[in-house]
């Protein structure tokens, strides 16, 4: 793995400290929940979504790419934009145009390339939009209890600025049993995995600086379904979550319409990233202040 660390002057420490406490570093992690629908998230007993989305602001009306196939949305979260520009139209990721569109992870290390960046995955590839040297990158398959040790083990040991984080459980039930509010199996997987975020969660606040630091918490999905699979232009597939949870987000429901794309700027945002026009973002700021 590899690690990069920033070094502050003691000069300016010392005139920071000299003001007061240091000022808190801003900070983002994103939780994507494979193939949720909002309505089933719902019916569900998930205590810890429940605490995020209650004191934080939400949206159950959020909406993916119409074309709702896992490859396509999950790009179009990560960099911001639509598959018109990503060029991402599958789950085969046959020629993803990450030159123009990047991962927001590249994005904000232009900015500040000392950032700590990780990504954390069930499904292998989501990564081939993310070159190797713009993120500590750690892949597992098959469950995401593996998935959620890691990321517990690196919120707790690492410093960290911005990491994503994907469980795919819940979408594997859907395609073996059924993506309907109506199915205990679906809703199974979808508490199963509010399990795992409590215990990211509780990881990320035993952080020895968590007090000096200001997370925001994004959590979303990148389609619904209906019967066994998605990937069309309905609601039942294209309606998706939203979830923000921090010291600097505007409480409640999110009036205005948001979209998959508005995750990877959002958190630009929160980082202090200038978001320039020449990036041609699609996205925008949803749930902050």
Request: aromatic share 10%; glycine share 6%; hydrophobic share 35%.
């Amino acid at each position: 793995m590899k690690f990069q660390f920033k070094y502050y002057s003691l000069i300016a420490l010392v005139a920071i400290v000299s003001f007061g406490q240091l000022q808190a570093q801003n900070k983002v992690l994103i939780i994507g929940i494979d193939g949720t629908r909002p309505d089933a998230l719902l019916a569900a007993r998930t205590p810890n979504l429940d605490q995020l989305w209650e004191n934080g602001a939400y949206s159950f009306k959020a909406k993916t790419d119409d074309l709702s196939w896992s490859g396509v949305c999950w790009t179009s979260m990560l960099t911001g934009v639509w598959k018109e520009k990503h060029n991402v139209y599958g789950n085969g990721y046959e020629n993803p145009n990450t030159e123009e569109y990047p991962h927001f992870f590249n994005l904000a290390r232009q900015q500040q390339p000392d950032l700590r960046t990780y990504s954390i995955i069930n499904w292998s590839p989501i990564h081939k939009i993310l070159n190797n040297n713009d993120a500590t990158v750690m892949k597992h398959k098959l469950t995401d209890g593996l998935v959620t040790k890691s990321v517990s083990k690196t919120l707790r040991n690492e410093d960290v600025d911005v990491m994503f984080v994907h469980l795919d459980n819940v979408d594997h039930a859907g395609h073996s049993t059924g993506f309907t509010p109506d199915n205990p199996k679906y809703i199974k997987a979808i508490e199963k995995s509010d399990k795992n975020i409590g215990k990211i969660l509780k990881s990320l606040k035993k952080r020895k600086n968590y007090a000096n630091e200001n997370w925001l918490i994004l959590v979303s999905t990148d389609h619904g379904g209906s019967g066994t699979n998605h990937g069309e232009a309905t609601p039942e597939h294209t309606t998706i979550f939203y979830i923000a949870s921090g010291k600097d987000v505007k409480k409640g429901e999110i009036q205005k319409q948001v979209y998959i794309t508005d995750v990877a700027v959002t958190a630009l945002k929160h980082l202090e990233i200038a978001i320039k026009d020449e990036w041609q973002l699609d996205g925008n700021v949803s749930g902050l202040k």
